[in-house]
């Protein structure tokens, strides 16, 4: 009898013969690269290489590289995904659309818990705080530069817009979550968000002396 040969693969979701054993290499190969790469020059096809699978399984099962880094350091929340949702409004609202949404995020418990790790990571010098510190500038500060961006503003600028915001909403993390800084460890979302939201809402609109 003549041998059969296997028709063409059809296109659409990958093959999941592999089931969890695939998603345990993909993430072991990802925790490898990062931790050799950095968070900047790891990529999915590297991963892929490293796990011996197709990369369309790695996106099949994590999306992007930020949710397989996300997977990988346990991360309780993605950050990358609440400040996207806080850039959906318009230009004159938008400080106070991020100062809510991150400080509010920072309330759920099962986030701060591990949030608070993450922080101190960030600040450290550490293997682990420099990638971490890679992620969330690539991730988050990359978003908000876009955004600045499409009002019409030059990158350069952009960019250091965007630094002057996570360094004001980083600092008020850290100062009341990690230091329990009195009184911003006390205060309400609703205040602490009234207080700092026009001096963001000035970094982004490249007001120098925002009130």
Same mark, same amino acid.
């Given at each position: 009898?003549?041998?059969?040969?296997?028709?063409?693969?059809?296109?659409?979701?990958?093959?999941?013969?592999?089931?969890?054993?695939?998603?345990?290499?993909?993430?072991?190969?990802?925790?490898?690269?990062?931790? $050799?790469?950095?968070?900047? %020059?790891?990529?999915?096809?590297?991963?892929? =290489?490293? *796990?011996?699978? &197709? !990369? #369309?399984?790695?996106?099949?099962?994590?999306?992007?590289?930020?949710?397989?880094?996300?997977?990988?350091?346990?991360?309780?929340?993605?950050?990358?995904?609440?400040?996207?949702?806080?850039?959906?409004?318009?230009?004159?609202?938008?400080?106070?659309?991020?100062?809510?949404?991150?400080?509010?995020?920072? $309330?759920?418990?099962?986030? %701060?818990?591990?949030?608070?790790?993450?922080? =101190?990571? *960030?600040?450290? &010098? !550490? #293997?682990?705080?420099?990638?971490?510190?890679?992620?969330?500038?690539?991730?988050?500060?990359?978003?908000?530069?876009?955004?600045?961006?499409?009002?019409?503003?030059?990158?350069?600028?952009?960019?250091?817009?965007?630094?002057?915001?996570?360094?004001?909403?980083?600092?008020?993390?850290?100062?009341?979550?990690?230091?329990?800084?009195?009184?911003?460890?006390?205060?309400?979302?609703?205040?602490?968000?009234?207080?700092? !939201?026009?001096?963001?809402?000035?970094?982004?609109?490249?007001?120098?002396?925002?009130?």
């Amino acid at each position: 009898m003549a041998d059969v040969k296997p028709g063409p693969r059809r296109r659409g979701r990958p093959r999941k013969e592999s089931g969890s054993d695939a998603r345990t290499a993909i993430t072991a190969a990802a925790s490898a690269e990062f931790a $050799e790469k950095g968070y900047d %020059k790891t990529s999915l096809r590297g991963i892929a =290489r490293r *796990a011996q699978v &197709d !990369s #369309a399984l790695v996106h099949h099962y994590f999306e992007s590289k930020a949710g397989l880094f996300a997977e990988v350091v346990k991360l309780p929340v993605r950050p990358d995904h609440i400040v996207r949702s806080a850039l959906n409004v318009p230009d004159d609202r938008l400080g106070e659309s991020l100062v809510r949404t991150v400080l509010g995020a920072w $309330e759920r418990s099962s986030v %701060k818990s591990i949030g608070v790790t993450v922080l =101190r990571s *960030a600040v450290s &010098d !550490s #293997a682990a705080g420099r990638l971490i510190r890679q992620f969330l500038l690539r991730e988050l500060k990359g978003s908000v530069t876009r955004r600045i961006e499409a009002s019409g503003v030059d990158s350069a600028e952009a960019d250091m817009r965007a630094s002057l915001v996570l360094t004001q909403m980083a600092g008020a993390l850290i100062f009341r979550h990690v230091l329990d800084l009195e009184p911003l460890a006390s205060m309400s979302v609703d205040d602490l968000t009234a207080r700092l !939201s026009p001096a963001v809402q000035g970094h982004l609109d490249g007001v120098s002396d925002a009130k």
